[in-house]
């Protein structure tokens, strides 16, 4: 089921969290990765010795050089902003990121005859799940704009497979978690918006720990969620590729391991990991958090065959701390 070996493949975002642990399998794949990105969020340390082209994916003629230049015959795109909260008080620069950079990068496509395009989505384009758990088929009603940009890139992809013989694969991700486990790669984001890095901090002397919301409908009272390893994720954009380039139709497929988990288990993963207390405190429920969003992975399981190698909790848990431990500025090397 994998790609076929030798393929060159252009990474934008390929700094950043997700796009780096995407583009580490595709090179120990065997392929020719060179990473587009800006660094607004990315990391030059995270491209890992891989060619690096500092650009921004709404500048349509530097991405048609980058994909000209490198004589990549596909795009994985991860050149997204992702913070929910960000996107509900700056609609205007998500869509002009999400939205308008990604139909850049899809028209310099169009021009080089670049026609594989791996798509970074999200399962905020469900919106507030009608049920649980999320098939493909599932209404799209995103209750941000984050979400309605990702959601907005989809609709676009068939036109343009129809206009210009672009296939696409769109990804549907739930909670991205974990670290590459040999600990080259991990997450650094600037400020931290996710669960298991801000709770590493509140075990460390940090920022307290805010659960936002104990009253939901939940065995615990707090928000369940799919997390998925991100070389999980990163072996799923894999084999989307390896779809594609065996001639098959545009798709859409979730990511998650269907295993939710809730904010107090994520909190009691970490205390076993680390051997540390997460100090915490409660805090009022956030707009927009549904009580309970996991996927369905039938689809992708049955016709890409991905299977999550890490799927349990404490393993992602395990591997994040492993990066963190040494990690402890993130990419920053500190002094001494």
């Not at 100090?279 to 429920?285: F, K, Y």
């Not at 958090?289 to 049955?302: E, F, Q």
Request: with cysteine; hydrophobic share 40%; net charge negative.
């Amino acid at each position: 089921m994998a790609v076929t070996e030798g393929t060159r493949v252009l990474v934008t975002g390929g700094a950043g969290y997700i796009g780096s642990h995407a583009a580490k399998a595709l090179r120990r794949a065997g392929h020719a990765v060179v990473i587009f990105d800006n660094l607004s969020a990315g990391h030059r340390e995270a491209a890992c010795g891989a060619p690096l082209i500092e650009g921004d994916i709404r500048d349509v003629d530097a991405v048609r050089r980058a994909i000209r230049d490198s004589g990549a015959t596909a795009v994985m795109h991860f050149a997204a902003w992702l913070t929910v909260a960000d996107s509900v008080g700056d609609p205007i620069g998500y869509y002009r990121n999400n939205v308008l950079g990604t139909l850049g990068t899809l028209e310099a496509m169009a021009a080089e005859q670049c026609r594989r395009f791996v798509f970074s989505s999200t399962c905020a384009v469900y919106g507030e799940p009608v049920q649980t758990p999320l098939t493909e088929t599932h209404p799209t009603s995103p209750v941000n704009a984050y979400g309605q940009t990702k959601l907005a890139v989809e609709h676009a992809l068939p036109h343009f497979d129809r206009a210009y013989g672009i296939k696409s694969v769109s990804l549907r991700y739930f909670n991205a978690a974990g670290a590459d486990p040999e600990g080259d790669l991990g997450e650094d984001h600037s400020p931290e918006i996710h669960a298991i890095p801000r709770a590493f901090d509140a075990a460390t002397g940090g920022a307290t720990f805010e659960v936002f919301g104990e009253d939901y409908p939940t065995p615990d009272g707090t928000c369940l969620r799919d997390y998925v390893h991100v070389s999980d994720l990163a072996e799923a954009h894999l084999l989307a590729l390896g779809h594609l380039e065996r001639g098959a139709a545009s798709a859409t497929y979730n990511v998650g391991t269907e295993r939710p988990s809730s904010v107090r288990d994520v909190i009691a993963a970490v205390e076993r990991v680390t051997g540390r207390q997460v100090v915490r405190r409660s805090a009022a429920r956030r707009a927009g958090d549904p009580a309970v969003l996991y996927a369905s992975a039938a689809r992708i399981r049955a016709e890409l065959g991905w299977i999550p190698r890490r799927p349990d909790l404490d393993t992602m848990v395990a591997d994040a701390w492993k990066w963190h431990s040494t990690h402890p500025r993130g990419f920053q090397v500190v002094a001494g």
